[in-house]
C-alpha cells in the first residue's frame, strides 16, 4: 500500500537560509508526488508536482523537489527562506486517490 | 474567481445538532473531495465523487452524508454532531478521479462542536 513518511514534524530556519523538507514514500510503482503547502487559516496550494522525466522539478515561490527512487525520496528545497514561507507543508503520493504526510510544520526566525 | 469555495467558514454547534456545510467549485472539475483535517494537521479524505457519484467512501462514521446535486457542487451534511467532529473540513476538486490530477483545495471550514 501507498504511504508517505515526513520525519519531521517541526523544523527551524533563520530567514534567508537554505531549507529542505524530507519526503520519503512507499509506493510499488513509478510514483505521482506532489508537495502543497498550507498557510495559517487557509487552504492547501499545490507547490510543484512530478509525474516523469527529469527528476529535478520546480515550483511556484522558489521551491524545487527532487525525486529520487534509489532514496524513495521527494525532498522539498528552497536556496534562501523567506518569512513568508512560514507554513505547514505536505508532501503528497497518488495512485488511485492521493495520500499525504503528515505534514512540516515550518518556522522562520527573523 | 473563487475557484473552490465554502460556506461556511466557521461553524460552532452543540453535540446532537445536524448541521451542513457547501462547496462549490467554478473549474469545470469532474471530481469533487471531503476531507477532515485533525487538530494535529493530519489530513484525512472522507469522500469523493466523479460526476456526481460516489467513488470513494472511507471509514467514516453513517452521520456523514455527502451529496452532489451536479457536477460543480459536494455538500456534506453531518447528522447527531459529536464532539470528535470537531476539525477543519477541507473541500477539493480534480480534473479527473487518479493521478496525476492534483487537486484544488477550498480554504476550509472550521467545525467546533460544544
Known amino acids: 500500500a501507498q504511504s508517505v513518511t515526513q520525519p519531521d514534524i517541526h523544523i527551524t530556519v533563520s530567514e534567508g537560509a537554505s531549507l529542505e523538507l524530507r519526503c520519503n514514500y512507499s509506493?510499488?510503482?513509478?510514483?505521482?508526488l506532489f508537495w502543497y503547502v498550507q498557510s495559517p487559516g487557509q487552504g492547501l496550494q499545490l507547490l510543484l508536482k512530478?509525474?516523469?522525466?527529469?527528476?529535478l522539478v520546480q515550483g511556484i515561490k522558489g521551491f524545487e523537489a527532487e525525486f529520487k527512487r534509489s532514496q524513495s525520496s521527494f525532498n522539498l528545497r528552497k536556496p534562501s527562506v523567506h518569512w513568508s514561507d512560514a507554513a505547514e507543508y505536505f508532501c503528497?503520493?497518488?495512485?488511485?486517490?492521493?495520500?499525504f504526510g503528515k505534514g512540516t510544520r515550518l518556522h522562520i526566525l527573523p | 474567481d473563487t475557484a473552490v469555495s465554502q460556506t461556511p467558514k466557521y461553524l460552532v454547534t452543540q453535540m446532537g445538532n445536524d448541521k451542513s456545510i457547501k462547496c462549490e467549485q467554478n473549474?469545470?472539475?469532474?471530481?469533487m473531495y471531503w476531507y477532515k483535517q485533525d487538530s494535529k494537521k493530519f489530513l484525512k479524505i472522507m469522500f469523493s465523487?466523479?460526476?456526481?457519484?460516489?467513488?470513494i467512501n472511507e471509514t467514516v462514521p453513517n452521520r456523514f452524508s455527502p451529496k452532489s446535486p451536479d457536477k460543480a457542487h459536494l455538500n456534506l451534511h453531518i447528522n447527531s454532531l459529536e464532539l470528535g467532529d470537531s476539525a477543519v473540513y477541507f473541500c477539493a476538486s480534480s480534473q479527473a478521479p487518479s493521478a496525476p490530477y492534483e487537486q484544488y483545495f477550498g480554504p476550509g471550514t472550521r467545525l467546533t462542536v460544544t
Open positions: 503528497a503520493v497518488a495512485e488511485d486517490k492521493i495520500i
Open positions: 512530478y509525474f516523469s522525466g527529469d527528476t
Open positions: 509506493y510499488g510503482a513509478t510514483p505521482y
Open positions: 473549474l469545470g472539475h469532474d471530481t
Open positions: 465523487y466523479n460526476n456526481k457519484e460516489l467513488i
